[in-house]
């Protein structure tokens, strides 16, 4: 029978968190033949952390952070943003991708280890959506995945063992923190933690248990406690300093200065948004930002595209549809992204602000 390493670690702060996940993909090149990593391990009180292609600024209070002395930083893989402590278990497990699935598909296969090892404690458990456990429609897991240009995946999973939901709405940029108790009702009924489900209090080290055994059970392998190899551990020390203590890093996906527009585009496979800035008639600068865990490559095509373009909606649904070479990119029409361009324009022509009001989070989806 195969075996996995288990590494088990507590109280780490975000960017020595996200580092290690990192720095262990090192290992996972596609001509490797080292077996998969599990890591199980819980942030210091209290990480806040934003999905790699997600506007910081939107997503979170960092006023707030900063009062309450909550970090914040920057995954590497997608998804939506999360506050993470001693009562969330982190989840990384860190492999060679098979170059026959697509991230998505990945995604999914890896998350019924998840699903089995919930459901053994008698939930009903479902992956759903793009990046969602849910236990009994409630939300109990955020899901992300990344594959690197060497072939290696890492798989993130944030569970919920129990979730402070008013410190949560402090932190993270959500409307209906101003509704009070009202508010976390809200939230309530959308998510569930492990404890609540259960009606128990669980301790970690048991958490850590179920896991460890549903993963086992679903891959048939054994998973041994093992150690960091000296090459992950220096590799992880330079990138906590030089990659995630970087400013650049976690503020990336950023407006630049002069952007001054942003709008949303809702599409089956979620919402998109939009930022913007124009100088007259011209498209300056083009992002388009959401808790993807991989950007779609007409997005990547179309920003470069439409940059320096002018504001014609005829030319600028020629090009998106030359762009797409099909009928649609992420279930929506060209002529569907063009109108949240001109949105967005019309937007900046009123000097609109680009950091846009955030209407819910990973734990309380945002509406159109």
Known sequence: MKSWRLLIEDKVSAAQGLALDE???????????????????????????????????????????NELGID??????????????QDQLGIAVVMKAPTEFRPRELMASLSNALV???SSLGLSTVFRG??????????????????NNTGALLFHVSLLVDLDIALML?????????LGDKGISMVQERVTTLNRATNKKWD???????????????????????????????LAQDLAQ????????????????????????????????LYLAVQGEIIKNIFFTGDFNEVPQCLV???????WKRLKRPELIELASEIFNVDSCLGVGPDDFVDAVLQAAGRAVSNELSVPIRQGSCYFPEVV
């Open 130 to 147: 793009k990046n969602d456990l849910e236990v009994d429609g409630k939300k109990i897991a955020g899901l992300g995945i990344y594959v």
């Open 204 to 234: 970690m080290s048991d958490v850590r248990q179920v896991i460890i055994n549903g993963f086992a059970n679903y891959f048939d392998v054994n998973i041994e406690k093992g150690i960091v190899t000296p090459q992950e551990a220096v």
């Open 23 to 65: 720095a262990l993909m090192s290992s996972y090149s596609r001509n490797a033949k080292t077996s998969p990593t599990l890591r199980l391990y819980t942030y210091a009180n209290h990480s806040a952390l934003v999905g790699r292609y997600q506007h910081l600024e939107a997503e979170l209070d960092t006023q707030a952070c």
């Open 116 to 118: 089995a090892s919930i």
């Open 301 to 307: 095509v179309l920003e470069k595209a439409l940059k």
């Open 242 to 273: 030089n990659k995630f203590l970087d400013l650049e890093w976690i503020n990336q996906k950023r407006p630049q200065k002069d952007a001054t527009a942003t709008s949303l585009l809702k599409t089956p496979f979620g919402l998109v948004r």
């Open 170 to 178: 402090k932190v993270l940029n959500i409307p209906i923190a101003k």
């Open 72 to 85: 914040f930083n920057r995954r590497p893989t997608g998804g939506g943003a999360i506050l993470m402590g």
